[in-house]
């Protein structure tokens, strides 16, 4: 039972356009909500996070956007560059239930063109 | 200041055989917690060590066992391995086990392949 699905397993964009990343989830239990991105032979590294209370928030090139009803989420990289080309990984946690343990999508593989 | 450090970073076993692999939690951490990331998926939580004991369980059979040592450094052990074994194994320390605290960092992961 996979309950956050990445349902892009990869996205070409070009230099200067955005990129947007889709994450679904189907436990209404989970409450916070992260990104982490992951080069090769290296772990993945934190992102942006967004709290289930909020529907936005922002951080310099990078937003994600929470839709609770659809139970739907969304990171937007602008502009993207070449430098963001990874594997970016959804998760999500059940904060008082199970603290900070993560359930991660599959992941989305991001190339920009330069 | 040292991030997570896992060791080895690759292996190579032999099913029926047994593994451990080792994780040195960021300076501050003192909770670790342990994933499993086959090829083309998404890490998948193992279990998580606080103060030298299990605090919680992912889907994962009996096989895999771990330890948590005083100094916060952590093992895991897989026994009669598996070729679904083969996967990339990640360690994450943070600072607490629950609440808020999200701030997991991360080690480079030990890529375990069974044949």
């Known amino acids: 039972d996979q309950q956050v699905k990445q349902n892009s397993p990869s996205l070409s964009v070009q230099e200067g356009r955005i990129s947007i990343l889709n994450c679904d989830y189907t436990?209404?239990?989970?409450?916070?909500f992260l990104w982490y991105k992951k080069y090769p032979a290296e772990g993945p590294t934190f992102l942006i996070s967004?709290?289930?209370?909020?529907d936005k928030n922002e951080d310099g090139r990078f937003t994600v956007f929470l839709n609770k009803s659809a139970k739907h989420l969304s990171l937007h990289i602008v502009p993207s560059q070449p430098g963001d080309s990874a594997v970016y990984f959804c998760?999500?946690?059940?904060?008082?239930?199970?603290?900070?343990?993560?359930?991660f999508g599959g992941g989305t593989r991001v190339l920009v063109k330069p | 200041d040292a991030g997570v450090t896992q060791s080895p970073t690759h292996l190579i076993k032999t099913r029926g055989q047994q593994v451990t692999l080792r994780c040195s939690p960021k300076?501050?951490?003192?909770?670790v917690s342990w994933y499993q990331q086959a090829l083309g998926q998404g890490p998948q939580f193992i279990f998580q060590?606080?103060?030298?004991?299990?605090?919680q369980r992912g889907n994962f059979p009996d096989r895999f066992s771990g330890h948590q040592f005083p100094n916060y450094s952590s093992e895991l052990n897989v026994n009669a391995l598996l070729l679904g074994d083969s996967a990339l194994y990640l360690c994450?320390?943070?600072?607490?086990?629950?609440?808020?605290?999200?701030?997991?960092?991360f080690g480079s992961g030990t890529r375990l392949t069974v044949v």
């Open positions: 436990n209404s239990m989970f409450d916070y």
């Open positions: 060590y606080y103060e030298e004991e299990e605090r």
């Open positions: 998760a999500a946690r059940r904060t008082k239930a199970a603290g900070n343990k993560l359930t």
């Open positions: 967004i709290s289930s209370i909020k």
């Open positions: 994450a320390s943070s600072l607490g086990a629950g609440g808020i605290n999200y701030g997991y960092t």
């Open positions: 300076s501050g951490h003192d909770t």
